[in-house]
Every structure is written in structure tokens, then in C-alpha cells.
């Protein structure tokens, strides 16, 4: 039995797909089917974790899978009341004009069009390369060492701070009495390791001009994996 679900770029789409997805983890059964890639489709952006958290779930669900084949059997849905984005105005004209409404919904059972299958593999290609990209992250625990007492440990953890690369993220900080009334910035981040080498990030960055005005060294305390 086909299921219809209309509007999904409004909040009363969207809860619709939420409700359908009550205790199930795909829109027409256990396996990722076509089902799911339409109405993926229309939904415009992931709905909120807080509003819609069957839907937000299973949105997630059918990004991590798209670059996968789909196994599951398609037993049928029609998506209803498109986004004026999603409106295809020349299609509707070249309809007879006593076409019924229903003609207006996409059918799933129907065959895609060579426009939709490009414009689906291009969508894959696109989410392939950046989970590629950023498939591998790891959280580092670092340790800043000021040259001595009367470092200014403000300015030091703001000038650590001011380095930005593409994949870092800096985290949580918290100063750790050393002894003699000195005290280190042990600090924590984030890399996309891919993207960012901690080995250049301290030997090219945190000790060099202008910041090893604050720093000594940096020694790596944890590194693992996430």
C-alpha cells in the first residue's frame, strides 16, 4: 500500500514523516529502498533533532548510505505539494488539462529520468568526498608551556587560540600549576587528520614568531582517535 506524504518543506511535511517513522528506522521497512531516496529528495535540509527526531535520525540514516546500492524492495510512496524550488512548471504544462491532482505527486513506482540520475550521482560523488574527506578525526590533549612566571597566561592562550588551519578545532582549556608559580595551558582539540598534522601545527605555528613570545614548548599529553 502506497503511503503519500505532502508538503515536506513545511512543518506539517515534516511531522508527518516524523510520525511515520515511529519506531522504524526506514519509510517502507527494514532495508534502505528507493522509497527513502524520494523522499529524502524532497526533504530540503535534515530536520531538527529537537522537532523531529525520527525523521532527523533516519535523515541521517540515508546520508551515510547514499553512496551504497539499495537492497530493500520499494513497495511504493507518493511525496505531495513539492517546494516552489521543486515545482516543474513545463512538465505540468505539456499534462491534459483533465489530468487528476494525484498526477502532480511523484509516484516512486515510476522510472527516473536521465536528468534525475545524473542529478542523483552527483549528490552521491558529492557526499562520498566529503565523508571521505573528513573520515578521520582524532582529539589531542596539549600541553603549552609559558617561558616563565611572568607570562601573561591570557595572552598566551588567546595567541594559541588565534591559529586557525582547515580541519582544527580548538576546545576546552584549563590552566595546571607547574610549580615555582608557574602554570601551563593544558588545552584540548580537535583535527581532521587528513587535514592537519599536530607535529607541523606546533613546530610551524605555536613556536614560531609571533607566538613564541608565549610559549615555550608543547608536548602532547593524549591522542586518540575518534
Same mark, same amino acid.
Given at each position: 500500500?502506497?503511503?503519500?506524504?505532502?508538503?515536506?518543506?513545511?512543518?506539517?511535511?515534516?511531522?508527518?514523516?516524523?510520525?511515520? *517513522?515511529? %519506531?522504524?528506522?526506514? /519509510?517502507? !521497512?527494514? $532495508?534502505?529502498?528507493?522509497?527513502?531516496?524520494?523522499?529524502? !529528495?524532497?526533504?530540503? #535540509?535534515?530536520?531538527? @533533532?529537537?522537532?523531529?527526531?525520527?525523521?532527523?535520525?533516519?535523515?541521517?540514516?540515508?546520508?551515510?548510505?547514499?553512496?551504497?546500492? &539499495?537492497? %530493500?524492495?520499494?513497495?511504493?510512496?507518493?511525496?505531495?505539494?513539492? @517546494?516552489?524550488?521543486?515545482?516543474?512548471?513545463?512538465?505540468?504544462?505539456?499534462?491534459?488539462?483533465?489530468?487528476?491532482?494525484?498526477?502532480?505527486? /511523484?509516484? *516512486? &513506482?515510476?522510472? #527516473?529520468?536521465?536528468?534525475?540520475?545524473?542529478? =542523483?550521482?552527483?549528490? #552521491?560523488?558529492?557526499?562520498?568526498?566529503?565523508?571521505?574527506? #573528513?573520515?578521520?578525526?582524532?582529539?589531542?590533549?596539549?600541553?603549552?608551556?609559558?617561558?616563565?612566571?611572568?607570562?601573561?597566561?591570557?595572552?598566551?592562550?588567546?595567541?594559541?587560540?588565534?591559529?586557525?588551519?582547515?580541519?582544527? &578545532?580548538?576546545? =576546552?582549556?584549563?590552566?595546571?600549576?607547574?610549580?615555582?608559580? /608557574?602554570?601551563?595551558?593544558?588545552?584540548?582539540?580537535?583535527?581532521?587528520?587528513?587535514?592537519?598534522?599536530?607535529?607541523?601545527? /606546533? $613546530?610551524?605555528?605555536?613556536?614560531?614568531?609571533?607566538?613564541?613570545?608565549?610559549?615555550? @614548548?608543547?608536548?602532547?599529553?593524549? &591522542?586518540?582517535?575518534?
Amino acid at each position: 500500500m502506497a503511503v503519500t506524504f505532502s508538503n515536506l518543506h513545511t512543518e506539517a511535511g515534516l511531522k508527518s514523516i516524523n510520525d511515520h *517513522l515511529s %519506531g522504524k528506522t526506514y /519509510i517502507s !521497512g527494514d $532495508e534502505l529502498t528507493k522509497d527513502d531516496i524520494k523522499v529524502y !529528495g524532497a526533504v530540503l #535540509e535534515q530536520p531538527s @533533532s529537537d522537532l523531529y527526531p525520527n525523521a532527523s535520525k533516519w535523515y541521517q540514516t540515508v546520508s551515510a548510505k547514499l553512496a551504497s546500492s &539499495f537492497p %530493500g524492495k520499494a513497495v511504493g510512496v507518493k511525496v505531495g505539494g513539492s @517546494s516552489p524550488a521543486e515545482a516543474t512548471p513545463a512538465k505540468e504544462a505539456a499534462k491534459p488539462a483533465d489530468d487528476d491532482d494525484d498526477d502532480d505527486d /511523484i509516484d *516512486l &513506482f515510476g522510472e #527516473e529520468t536521465e536528468e534525475e540520475k545524473k542529478a =542523483a550521482e552527483a549528490r #552521491e560523488a558529492a557526499k562520498a568526498s566529503t565523508k571521505k574527506k #573528513e573520515s578521520g578525526k582524532s582529539s589531542v590533549l596539549m600541553d603549552v608551556k609559558p617561558w616563565d612566571d611572568e607570562t601573561d597566561m591570557k595572552k598566551l592562550e588567546d595567541a594559541v587560540r588565534s591559529v586557525e588551519m582547515e580541519g582544527l &578545532f580548538w576546545g =576546552a582549556s584549563k590552566l595546571v600549576p607547574v610549580g615555582y608559580g /608557574i602554570k601551563k595551558l593544558q588545552i584540548m582539540l580537535t583535527i581532521i587528520d587528513d587535514l592537519v598534522s599536530v607535529d607541523t601545527l /606546533i $613546530e610551524e605555528r605555536l613556536t614560531e614568531e609571533p607566538i613564541n613570545e608565549y610559549v615555550q @614548548s608543547c608536548d602532547i599529553v593524549a &591522542f586518540n582517535k575518534i
